[in-house]
């Protein structure tokens, strides 16, 4: 969940680029289908629609695309003239109005924090400047950690009605942890407004599928090995919602010998143990985006137990394990809604879907 990562638990989208280009498929009893690469937030943007005809699939996606670039131009920490930057930098004790959006934004973001129990925290700012992980990265004295780890946290801040204020100096508000996710459930509401048959948004890795009951087979997608971006390991099929990924495979910078996650825990102030990988699937994206990093941040095992108390949200964790002879092998355990639904494109993969927990008595 990009050139550095950008947020809680810290998520920096990915550098990429891409040219704009709608590419029709020929007309069919399935309508017309359309492709778009871009650039937003950061990252690579791919928009495919499925519409009656190829002026509504492309006027679909226009508006989708409007919608994610509306997100970045509110939440996006990397620009000085957004409406979180601004409350970056507002004064300590000053309560800031909010615009609705925003202030609907962050209250889902605190929600989705209480939920992981602080394993996600959309205030880890002063964690991500300690860490220096938008300027190539840096190890921080126990001193700085300290003084950042106090700066960390939605306890640092007042949010209250309308307003945020921030009570303790340096505390930052990150949106890479939950960022994408708005933008994507943005972007699913211009698609559902437009009335498509259907539709695939890709934002930095984290998907979006929107279609109509029975029109069309599930979205099949690959999940990559942790160890190698480039190699997928295992296919997920779901027919709506969210699909977000996170792991330090790609996002990781080296300083001196040591390797630094760019996935923070903001409770002990340092990166995440690297095991793999976590996905999410959950019907909205901002959902999907924040427990991917929270449940990283807890590792396999809490993961995997928390989403078996969630029957609304199903999860995926890859993890490396490395056997009695020093060898590495690779481990894929799904939440009991991901039954039938998995399957291995790689036949050294032990793939393994938990039970349902029994109900209590």
């Not at 004790?93 to 996600?120: C, I, Q």
């Not at 998907?207 to 090995?225: F, K, N, T, W």
């Amino acid at each position: 969940m990009s050139a550095l990562p950008a947020s809680a638990a810290v998520l920096l989208g990915l550098a990429a680029c891409a040219s704009a280009a709608a590419v029709p498929a020929p007309p069919d009893r399935a309508g017309v289908r359309i492709e778009r690469h871009l650039t937003a937030m950061g990252t690579g943007l791919t928009v495919e629609v499925r519409a009656a005809d190829r002026p509504r699939a492309l006027a679909a996606s226009e508006a989708a695309v409007r919608a994610i670039e509306a997100v970045e131009g509110r939440l996006s920490t990397w620009r000085e003239d957004t409406e979180l930057a601004a409350l970056n930098r507002s004064s300590l004790g000053e309560p800031v109005p909010l615009s609705p959006k925003l202030r609907d934004d962050l209250y889902r973001a605190w929600e989705l924090s209480r939920a992981t129990g602080g394993a996600f925290d959309p205030g880890v700012g002063a964690l991500v400047a300690a860490w220096g992980l938008r300027t190539g990265g840096r190890v921080p004295s126990r001193e700085e950690l300290a003084a950042a780890l106090a700066a960390t946290g939605i306890a640092r801040f007042d949010l209250r009605g309308n307003t945020l204020t921030r009570l303790c100096t340096g505390a930052r508000i990150e949106e890479g942890g939950f960022g994408k996710g708005v933008g994507l459930d943005a972007a699913r509401e211009a698609l559902e407004e437009a009335d498509v048959l259907g539709a695939t948004v890709d934002l930095g890795g984290q998907v979006l599928h929107v279609a109509r009951a029975g029109s069309a087979e599930p979205l099949r997608y690959a999940i990559a090995d942790p160890r190698e971006r480039e190699r997928p390991v295992v296919e997920l099929a779901f027919a709506s919602g969210s699909l977000a990924t996170s792991g330090n495979s790609e996002r990781a910078v080296v300083v001196g010998a040591e390797r630094i996650g760019h996935l923070l825990d903001p409770r002990t102030g340092r990166p995440a143990r690297d095991f793999g990988s976590v996905t999410v699937l959950a019907q909205d994206a901002t959902t999907a985006d924040a427990l991917s990093t929270g449940l990283f941040v807890l590792g396999p095992s809490a993961a995997l137990d928390w989403a078996r108390r969630e029957p609304s949200i199903d999860v995926l964790v890859l993890e490396v394990v490395r056997t009695e002879s020093g060898e590495e092998r690779l481990v894929a355990t799904g939440t009991p809604g991901l039954r039938g639904r998995l399957r291995t494109l790689d036949p050294t993969v032990e793939l393994r879907v938990l039970n349902r927990e029994p109900k209590p008595r």
